[in-house]
C-alpha cells in the first residue's frame, strides 16, 4: 500500500464539484487539500479498479481540482465515491 492517506469518500456541492475528501478517520475540504497537496505537505491516492492511483491538482486559481495522476482525470468525475 503507498504512503499517504487514501480517499475513500468525498462530498458534492449542488454542481457536482467535491467541496471535502476523506478517509478513514480523517477528511479535509478541499482546498485545504489542494493546498497541502501543492505545497507537498501531504500525499492523496484512490483505489480505482483494485489499483492505487495518485491524487494531484490541475488547474489554476479558482478552476483548481483534484485529479487522478498523471492522466488528468478530474476526482470529481468518479461516480464510486460515497459520501463523508
Known amino acids: 500500500m503507498p504512503s499517504g492517506f487514501e480517499i475513500t469518500c468525498a462530498n458534492k456541492n449542488y454542481g457536482g464539484l467535491i ?48 485529479a487522478l495522476e498523471p492522466d488528468g482525470f478530474p476526482l470529481h468525475d468518479l461516480t464510486d465515491l460515497t459520501s463523508c
Open 19 to 66: 467541496v471535502r475528501v476523506g478517509g478513514d478517520g480523517w477528511s479535509l475540504d478541499n482546498g485545504e487539500a489542494i493546498s497541502q497537496i501543492l505545497l507537498k505537505q501531504l500525499r492523496l491516492y484512490i483505489r480505482v479498479d483494485a489499483q492505487f492511483v495518485d491524487v494531484g491538482v490541475r488547474g489554476d486559481g479558482q478552476n483548481t481540482y483534484l
